[in-house]
């Protein structure tokens, strides 16, 4: 997760045609960095799988859809999604979410 103006961007890691929408876990990418693993029922077309990560985002993180982007990757399965509002506290917020995830 790293620091926008505006807000925080969280790297992703999706994967479309799942069984189920959920957030999976943290894993380790290329290079080493962390990234969130998620997966989605929605094929990656016409944007369905990336406005169903939206949702998934929102609903897991009780946070509003509308603060939610894809800043980053919309045609890949690594994706950068931007999360508006106070740089500080989304980071802090989020950061105890993810870190629940990965067992910190």
């Known amino acids: 997760m790293t620091l926008a103006r505006?807000?925080?961007r969280v790297?992703?890691?999706?994967?479309?045609?799942?069984k189920a929408d959920r957030i999976i876990a943290v894993v380790a990418a290329a290079g080493g960095r962390l990234v969130l693993k998620a997966s989605v029922t929605e094929p990656p077309e016409d944007g369905r799988a990336n406005e169903a990560?939206?949702?998934?985002?929102?609903?897991?993180?009780?946070l509003s859809r509308?603060?939610?982007?894809?800043?980053?990757g919309a045609a890949?399965?690594?994706?950068?999604?931007?999360v508006l509002g106070?740089?500080?506290r989304?980071?802090?917020?989020l950061g105890g979410l993810i870190a629940k995830l990965s067992g910190s």
Not at 53 to 62: D, I, K, Q, S, Y
Not at 66 to 72: C, E, K, N, P, V
Request: proline share 5%; no cysteine.
């Open 6 to 8: 505006d807000g925080v």
């Open 11 to 18: 790297a992703i890691h999706l994967t479309p045609r799942a």
């Open 53 to 62: 990560l939206l949702r998934l985002l929102a609903r897991g993180w009780h």
């Open 66 to 72: 509308r603060d939610l982007s894809i800043a980053g």
């Open 76 to 82: 890949s399965r690594q994706k950068t999604v931007h």
């Open 86 to 88: 106070e740089p500080q």
């Open 90 to 93: 989304l980071l802090a917020y």
